[in-house]
């Protein structure tokens, strides 16, 4: 079922349902999507219709509970034998974003507190609201700290999407930005246009002028001319994960963005919730990177840019290693170099 409304929140948990608010129907329409089968909050996962590292972790976990409520089994070894193959199923969606299985672990972990069946099902489901709250939390503590970094009349570089649609909270990178502007400071963005799917252009240039701030898109090829002008104060992505070293994780494009950075002496942050930092690697070599299919390249929302039949690489993610970050923003604190000893402390 769809319905279009003015409403701004990229997903809920009402009655049994998970309402999402479609992203790819951005920014021309608001479509919500309310998805009674776990199988079709995969699908959305997969499709993009939700996304942003701590909005996928939200959205597995929500997930799990429909496929759980809807398990029909005797005994609870066989539910939980039948929640294990939900639990798989929406691990598989997307591989990069470290918060979908932050969430999934801990949707595991709150099956093994109850005896019988309902109580399991009643405990996975609030455990997804939990997960929904405190991400949500954590996200408002990103933007305090990192508005602290931001000083009036800069001129603030961002990529990809990581406002309220990316996280359904204050955001990350774009909740900062937003907390600095309402704080009285006189702050521009320049947001790029981001693959996969523009999402810079059809979703943080909406954003912000949602909250009124004075945003201007350029292609992401612009990034470091507009650096060498001296019309980038600092810049500010998010994160899908982060390393035990630092090492982070994001759109593709993000490390281009943060060489430039480093080479015009540009603070270079990156805001993510502690659920992005995954310890068990080391590097960010050992980071996943998904692939996805070509068309999203050759096309723009259905309509082909490229020649039929030309092949296209469509990496979602690269790797930017920790030398050419300045600071690591999390809710509990700004992480800087070392980021191994600041990471473990944190973690």
């Known amino acids: 079922m769809k319905h279009i409304n003015t409403a701004y929140q990229p997903i809920e948990w009402r009655g049994g349902r998970v309402i999402i608010l479609d992203q790819t129907r951005l920014p021309h329409e608001e479509v919500y ?53 939900v639990i798989d199923a929406v691990g598989a969606t997307r591989p990069t974003a470290r918060n979908l299985f932050f969430a999934l672990e801990r949707m595991k972990k709150a099956s093994a507190t109850k005896k019988n069946i309902s109580d399991i099902k009643k405990a996975l489901v609030d455990e997804a609201l939990k997960i929904h709250e405190e991400e949500a939390e954590s996200t408002r503590r990103i933007s305090r700290f990192g508005a602290e970094l931001i000083k009036d009349g800069f001129t603030i570089l961002t990529h990809c999407n990581t406002g309220p649609l990316a996280t359904s909270g204050s955001g990350t990178a774009l909740g900062i930005i937003i907390a600095a502007y309402r704080e009285g400071k006189r702050i521009k963005v320049l947001a790029d246009e981001t693959r996969p799917l523009l999402q810079g252009a059809r979703l943080t240039t909406w954003e912000l002028q949602k909250a009124g701030v004075p945003v201007t898109l350029i292609t992401d090829n612009m990034a470091g001319s507009f650096m060498r002008r001296g019309k980038v104060d600092c810049v500010i992505t998010g994160a899908d994960r982060i390393t035990a070293n630092g090492d982070t994780a994001n759109k593709i494009g993000t490390y281009s963005v943060a060489v430039l950075a480093k080479a015009h002496k540009i603070p270079f942050y990156i805001a993510a919730p502690v659920s992005t930092i995954d310890p068990s690697l080391k590097t960010g070599d050992a980071i996943p990177i998904e692939e996805r299919k070509a068309e999203e390249v050759t096309h723009i929302q259905g309509v082909p840019i490229a020649p039929e039949g030309v092949s296209a690489a469509n990496p979602a993610f690269d790797v930017t290693p920790h030398k050419y970050i300045t600071a690591i923003i999390t809710e509990k604190g700004i992480i800087r170099a070392p980021y191994g000893a600041g990471i473990k402390g944190i973690v």
């Open 33 to 85: 999507l309310e998805l009674d089968d776990y199988r079709d909050v995969c699908a959305a996962i997969k499709e993009l219709k939700i996304r942003g590292a701590p909005a996928i972790g939200i959205a597995g976990a929500y997930a799990v509970a429909l496929g759980a409520l809807k398990i029909d089994s005797k005994t609870a070894d066989d539910f939980l034998k039948k929640l294990q193959s």
